[in-house]
């Protein structure tokens, strides 16, 4: 296997020895963008992370959900159940960042009142005026030097990330605030003030079938054809050509004729192709949401 899967298999960010864990407690993923691709009533597999993309699919699809970290798949199945969830490995790191937020004058009663606008043009307006100070953009900046993400992630789930990531991340939130409006963007309020979105489960959660698997290997075992959609969440970021191969192959022969695809990236590489649609995403975050049928892969 190549090294970032092992590295999502081990259950852990970082390069140390030590028991898996939950990495994410909520998704960073805009689930309208999987809603919009995909027909209702067909048969979708999905990443399973923390079950947000499952639950948002199961009221209209039939879901399978697979993970190669089955403490990352146990966290997802009780919030199938109902509970609500804690704060993952991802969650602790960004409140970590956030504690530091009025040194740069992102009081939370400055945040609280961006994140309650819902005019675009005001939100630039006072993102430009509150927000995007000189001390945010230098600690942004140390926050993404490669040299600082080092300590924290391992380095194989780095190196293909943009260069100057301080800049491209800033580039990608001003993306967002200048099109989605704050106030019903779940995804702005978890990422500027960390607060998880409740996302109680849909009855049809029970439904979710889980599976703990290396995806490329679980699809390989599944019948020809018999998937209409596939979300693949951000899994190639770091890995080799190699396992890319076999994961599109696994799709495509597991893909029933007109399948879709979505498949998220933090990297670049991908910004400028049409089937990009990062910009829709309101977790903001993305480099590329590439949403191609499964021939096309
Ligand atoms: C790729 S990570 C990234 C987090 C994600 N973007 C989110 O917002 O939740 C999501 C999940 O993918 C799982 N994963 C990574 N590679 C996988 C693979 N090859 N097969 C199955 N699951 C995988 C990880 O264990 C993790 O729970």
């Given at each position: 296997?190549?090294?970032?899967?092992?590295?999502?298999?081990?259950?852990?960010?970082?390069?140390?020895?030590?028991?898996r864990q939950v990495l994410f407690g909520r998704m960073y993923e805009d689930?309208?963008?999987?809603?919009?691709?995909?027909?209702?009533?067909?048969?979708?597999?999905?990443i399973a992370s923390a079950g947000c993309t499952a639950m948002k699919l199961a009221p209209h699809h039939e879901v399978v959900a697979v993970d190669i970290n089955p403490?990352?798949?146990?966290?997802?199945?009780?919030?199938?159940d109902g509970d609500l969830g804690f704060r993952g490995k991802a969650?602790?790191?960004?409140?970590f960042a956030r504690f530091f937020g009025p040194?740069?004058?992102?009081?939370?009663?400055?945040?609280?009142?961006?994140?309650?606008?819902?005019?675009?043009?005001?939100?630039?307006?006072?993102?430009q005026r509150h927000l995007n100070t000189w001390r945010f953009r230098t600690a942004l900046d140390g926050l993404f030097s490669l040299i600082a993400l080092r300590s924290v992630y391992a380095p194989r789930l780095l190196d293909f990330l943009p260069k100057r990531l301080g800049v491209v991340m800033r580039g990608r939130m001003e993306r967002c605030f200048e099109r989605h409006p704050n106030r019903s963007n779940p995804y702005a309020r978890s990422l500027l003030l960390g607060e998880?979105?409740?996302?109680?489960?849909?009855?049809?959660?029970k439904d979710i079938r889980l599976v703990h698997a290396d995806a490329a290997e679980f699809l390989e075992q599944e019948a020809p054809g018999s998937f209409d959609g596939f979300t693949l969440s951000n899994i190639l970021d770091g890995v080799d050509d190699a396992y890319e191969q076999r994961l599109f192959a696994a799709v495509k022969r597991a893909a029933a004729p007109g399948a879709a695809t979505v498949l998220r990236s933090f990297g670049d590489t991908n910004a400028s192709s049409p089937a990009n649609r990062a910009a829709d995403d309101r977790a903001m975050l993305w480099g590329s949401v590439l949403v191609r049928p499964a021939a096309e892969l």
């Open positions: 296997m190549t090294a970032a899967v092992t590295l999502w298999e081990r259950g852990r960010l970082d390069a140390r020895v030590g028991p689930a309208s963008i999987e809603l919009d691709a995909f027909q209702p009533g067909s048969r979708i597999f999905c403490v990352q798949l146990a966290y997802a199945e009780r919030r199938f969650e602790r790191v960004m409140d040194l740069a004058g992102w009081w939370p009663s400055r945040v609280r009142a961006f994140l309650h606008l819902d005019d675009p043009a005001e939100q630039m307006e006072y993102w998880l979105a409740p996302d109680p489960p849909p009855p049809e959660a």
